[in-house]
């Protein structure tokens, strides 16, 4: 990295051997130019004392990091117990989230097949159908309301589908012979 930095100070040097002084002024200054506001933009005492508790806030938290984090986290920090606790707690907690997603997703695959080898009861079949009745009338008001295309003809291929599934219900086909 010092050779790299080395190289390009010499290229710049040798690039303005005439104009040595301000090509050096250029690479130590760490700061970059500031550029003077006109004397009529000249700051409030309110926007003085604003900017200046910003400045303080953006201080405490600087000064707050570097107290918790100034020499990173190692096994002795006082965080480091705390955060690796935390890290297992998300883990074993993600991964007991998975096993019930896929213990419902099992549950669900029992029922498609329990429903696909036992038909449904009649009081089943209308507790469905007045369950998919307020749905159609959910769609129908997103519907009349959207004012997005997109949106709107998504509703209505809902709905559309809402009126099968019901109408299926309702008058189920009949039993093959």
Same mark, same amino acid.
């Given at each position: 990295?010092?050779?790299?930095?080395?190289?390009?100070?010499?290229?710049?040097?040798?690039?303005?051997?005439?104009?040595?002084?301000?090509?050096?002024?250029?690479?130590?200054?760490?700061?970059?130019?500031?550029?003077? =506001?006109?004397?009529?933009?000249?700051?409030?005492? $309110?926007?003085?004392?604003? #900017?200046?508790?910003?400045? *303080?806030?953006? @201080?405490?938290?600087?000064?707050?990091?570097?107290?918790?984090?100034?020499?990173?986290?190692?096994?002795?920090?006082?965080?480091?117990?705390?955060?690796?606790?935390?890290?297992?707690?998300?883990?074993?907690?993600?991964g007991?989230?998975?096993?019930?997603?896929?213990q419902s997703?099992?549950?669900?695959?029992?029922?498609k097949?329990? =429903?696909?080898?036992?038909p449904?009861t009649?009081? $089943?079949v209308?507790?469905? #159908?007045?369950h998919?009745? *307020?749905q159609l @009338?959910?769609?129908?008001?997103?519907?009349?309301?959207?004012?997005?295309?997109?949106?709107?003809?998504?509703?209505?291929?809902?709905?559309?589908?809402?009126?099968?599934?019901?109408?299926?219900?309702?008058?189920?086909?009949?039993?093959?012979?």
């Open positions: 990295m010092l050779r790299i930095l080395s190289r390009r100070v010499f290229v710049v040097r040798s690039q303005c051997e005439s104009y040595r002084r301000p090509c050096f002024r250029y690479l130590s200054s760490g700061e970059k130019p500031t550029v003077k =506001k006109p004397a009529e933009e000249k700051l409030t005492r $309110e926007e003085v004392e604003a #900017i200046a508790e910003r400045a *303080r806030n953006d @201080q405490r938290i600087w000064d707050t990091e570097r107290k918790l984090f100034g020499g990173g986290i190692h096994w002795g920090h006082p965080l480091f117990f705390l955060l690796v606790g935390g890290v297992t707690l998300l883990h074993f907690a993600n007991y989230r998975d096993e019930k997603l896929e997703e099992k549950h669900l695959e029992r029922l097949q329990r =429903k696909l080898t036992k449904l009649r009081m $089943e209308d507790s469905l #159908i007045s998919k009745k *307020r @009338q959910l769609w129908r008001s997103k519907v009349a309301n959207t004012n997005d295309l997109t949106e709107s003809e998504e509703a209505r291929a809902r709905v559309v589908k809402l009126q099968a599934e019901i109408t299926e219900l309702e008058f189920p086909p009949a039993p093959p012979t």
